[in-house]
């Protein structure tokens, strides 16, 4: 079945630091690729998306790429701020049926200190 | 357009009592989207409807269950003889049909059962 798997956390860093959050897939077709952010207290926003391989999506500083051949899409980021303290999750959601349904990781934490 | 709303925000409830949740959706979005996500998981997908048609349930989802969505526009979901297990938060999220759409998520609904 599909899954998806992000590295532990929490992650600490200090602001202006570089950023990456690993995520890998586990997929029977050729899904599409999110991640989503949970500022303290607020619903789940999307933050970006990649549609096929080699694709890079970007938002607010953010890149991820879609790396097929490894099944990775991980999140990084040049010089974190201490307003990007949030939860990260990564998901994905398989093209089969075109039910937009998403199968997230469980989440990946990180606090930024000033 | 305010979003994805849910009510209630926070419910306490006894063992066995039942609990109705409300989503109300993004106006134009024809789909809607269950998930329940407990402490230090990521969402984890139970039911979708696409208009007022309930089109795929997870195994997650047992008989104590319910969602419907009547007339294609608010959801509910309805608990029946809670178990402490069924202890989490409940997120909503709605999306247009086509395409790669955005899934937008409500702030949820935690469900405590005492």
């Known amino acids: 079945g599909n899954s998806v798997t992000q590295m532990e956390g929490p992650v600490t860093l200090s602001e202006e630091a570089f950023l990456t959050i690993n995520c890998t897939y586990t997929a029977t077709g050729y899904p599409s690729l999110f991640w989503y952010v949970q500022y303290p207290g607020e619903g789940l926003q999307l933050l970006l998306k990649a549609t096929k391989a080699d694709d890079k999506g970007s938002n607010k500083g953010f890149e991820a790429t879609y790396r097929k051949e490894t099944t990775s899409f991980h999140l990084e980021k040049g010089s974190v701020q201490v307003s990007d303290s949030a939860v990260y999750f990564c998901?994905?959601?398989?093209?089969?049926?075109?039910?937009?349904?998403?199968?997230f990781g469980q989440g990946t934490t990180l606090q930024v200190k000033p | 357009d305010t979003g994805v709303s849910q009510d209630p925000r926070h419910k306490i409830t006894k063992r066995g009592q039942n609990v109705t949740f409300r989503c109300d959706p993004i106006?134009?979005?024809?789909?809607l989207y269950w998930y329940r996500q407990t402490l230090g998981q990521g969402p984890e997908f139970l039911t979708y409807?696409?208009?007022?048609?309930?089109?795929?349930k997870s195994r997650l989802l047992s008989d104590r269950f319910s969602a419907e969505r009547p007339k294609g526009s608010f959801s509910t979901l309805e608990i029946q003889r809670t178990e402490q297990g069924d202890s989490a938060m409940y997120l909503c999220?709605?999306?247009?049909?086509?395409?790669?759409?955005?899934?937008?998520f409500g702030q949820g609904t935690r469900l405590t059962v005492v």
């Open positions: 106006s134009e979005h024809n789909r």
């Open positions: 409807f696409q208009n007022e048609a309930q089109l795929e």
């Open positions: 998901a994905l959601s398989d093209r089969v049926g075109n039910t937009g349904k998403l199968i």
């Open positions: 999220a709605s999306s247009r049909t086509g395409g790669t759409p955005e899934a937008f």
